[in-house]
């Protein structure tokens, strides 16, 4: 199944629902774009992030709460019935409680997180960061497992501009979360794992 999938038609969530379960989707502008779920390390690194900021900014223990801090939220917004970041922030004073139950999230994140892997990187990297832009997402911030590294830009009338790019060893304190220092270098574990299976396993046809 290619990332991108071509219909007829506008997507609906019907097409998601029609999904095999190792798989998950989003629909943007009426295209669905279709990926398989996470693997370990994506999943770790996500984990990792949602902990980081979650306990200071959104529970106020050693930060400054005003924030909800979700992983992989169910959004839904004009032209994206059906969008899910990695990670997701939101200020209080704009999403002053959680939708009703069972509802989707309807209001665009201040912030995100994107965790960049082999079959999502051209769709984050293009589709999904412009999109962004479009619909006014303050601060962006792009994980790149393979070179160890975080990119973090900021929206200002209407453009992303970079604010800085940090490596695998680096503590930093990123916005809009400067308040605490993260240490980068705790986010790499069992990378050096991945890329060896990933390199025995080339040439091998894909399951």
């Given amino acids: 199944m290619p990332i991108a999938e071509k219909l ?3 997507a609906t969530l019907e097409d998601l629902e029609k999904l095999p379960l190792t798989w998950r989707g989003e629909i943007i502008d009426g295209t669905l774009y279709a990926f398989r779920r996470p693997r370990f390390v994506h999943a770790d690194i996500e984990g990792l992030i949602t902990a980081d ?3 200071p900014f ?3 223990r ?3 709460g005003g924030w909800w801090i979700l992983p992989e939220p169910g959004i839904q917004l004009p032209r994206a019935p059906e969008l899910s970041p990695d990670v997701a922030g939101w200020r209080r004073e704009r999403m002053a409680r959680p939708p009703a139950r069972e509802s989707a999230i309807a209001v665009v994140p201040d912030w995100i997180c994107e ?4 079959s999502t990187a051209s769709y984050d990297n293009l589709v999904k ?3 962004y832009s479009e619909i006014g997402v303050g601060w962006l911030w792009v994980v790149d497992p393979r070179d160890r590294s975080l990119r973090v830009s900021q929206l200002v009338d209407g453009k992303w501009v970079e604010l800085g790019l940090y490596g695998e060893d680096e503590k930093v304190r990123a916005a809009p979360f400067e308040a605490v220092e993260i240490d980068l270098s705790e986010g790499w574990e069992g990378l050096d794992d991945d890329n060896q299976n990933e390199n025995e396993g080339k040439g091998e046809a894909s399951p």
Avoid: E
């Avoid at 965790?115 to 082999?118: A, E, T, V, Y």
């Fill in 8 to 10: 007829v038609r506008p």
């Fill in 53 to 55: 900021l979650k306990n």
């Fill in 58 to 60: 959104q529970r106020g």
């Fill in 62 to 64: 050693g930060g400054p």
């Fill in 115 to 118: 965790i960049l892997s082999r």
């Fill in 129 to 131: 960061r412009r999109f």
